[in-house]
């Protein structure tokens, strides 16, 4: 029987009033399907381009439009996706960790009950940010992808990578990191926010700036109160070095090792999507 691991849980996130997260984001499905924003690519590729529609709907009831619609949000002036199942779909901010489909942070939020929406590209992060699309936090308010209509249940924030890559300060990641979480929680208040770090070696075996950056992001998820989930020494801890296409990327097993272990963890915080309220 499979043992929870050692997770970081800091106070409780937002009060949730709901009874019920570099490479390539992955394509959208039926209503009974996992719901993505975009075509999917192996993990290690180049990211795809988002496929969202071109011109925003407005002035028409969001309830009635197709799946897929873009809906100019007159509340936030945001445009957003309209999703199938919104309310039991996990909304998932991630880099090529979390890209592609069947990658081990979507799998994991599968394994415990949720739909997911995928958005964020390869090679961003709280910092480091791509030729065609910003940082997270740039990349959300400049409309370089988008975030559904409607409350999901749980938005998870997956990342650091690249901006261990980069060299990105403390200063810069836990500023972005706090404007992303603030805009997050101010536009879906009834959401749970929770955070998942950098996957790396152990800080004995070559983890480097990747464990150091998966430590502060922890100290940034303790402050904000958001459940944290430490990968910084993954690679080490649960063998998975040799399931590396390239030294940071996983192959389909590594993928598949990790997301078992972060579904136990997530679902030992309280994190698994909950029944519909009878009747």
């Known amino acids: 029987m499979h043992k929870p691991r050692t997770f970081h849980f800091a106070a409780a996130v937002i009060a949730a009033g ?11 499905t039926s209503s009974d399907g996992p719901q993505t924003a975009a075509p999917v690519a192996p993990s290690g590729s180049p990211a795809a381009a988002a496929q969202a529609p071109k011109k925003p709907v407005t002035g028409e009831d969001p309830l009635k439009l197709p799946v897929g619609s873009l809906y100019k949000n007159p509340s936030n002036n945001r445009n957003e996706v309209i999703l199938a199942d919104v309310r039991h779909t996990a909304v998932l901010i991630g880099d090529s960790q979390s890209q592609p489909e069947g990658s081990w942070p979507r799998a994991a939020l599968g394994s415990i ?14 910092v480091a940010a791509t030729a065609t699309t910003g940082n ?16 999901p249940p749980l938005i998870v924030i997956q990342g650091g990578g690249n901006d261990a890559a980069r060299n990105a300060s403390d200063e810069q990641i836990t500023a972005n990191a706090n404007r992303l979480i603030v805009t997050l929680r101010k536009r879906y208040p009834l959401a749970k926010i929770a955070m998942i770090g950098t996957l790396a070696k152990g800080a004995d075996d070559g983890g480097g700036r990747r464990t150091q950056v998966d430590a502060l992001l922890g100290t940034i998820a303790a402050k904000a109160g958001a459940p944290f989930f430490s990968v910084g020494d993954w690679i080490t801890k649960y063998h998975v070095a040799g399931d590396l296409v390239d030294g940071v990327h996983l192959n389909a097993a590594g993928h598949a ?23």
């Open 257 to 279: 090792k990790l997301s078992g272990i972060l579904a136990a963890d997530m679902a030992a915080a309280g994190l698994r999507l909950q029944p519909d309220p009878a009747g």
């Open 136 to 151: 997270y936090i740039d990349a959300l308010q400049r409309g370089d992808w988008v975030l559904p209509f409607g409350t």
């Open 18 to 28: 709901l009874v019920l997260a570099g490479c390539a984001p992955a394509p959208t």
């Open 113 to 126: 009950g949720y739909k997911v929406y995928t958005v964020g590209r390869g090679g961003t992060g709280f």
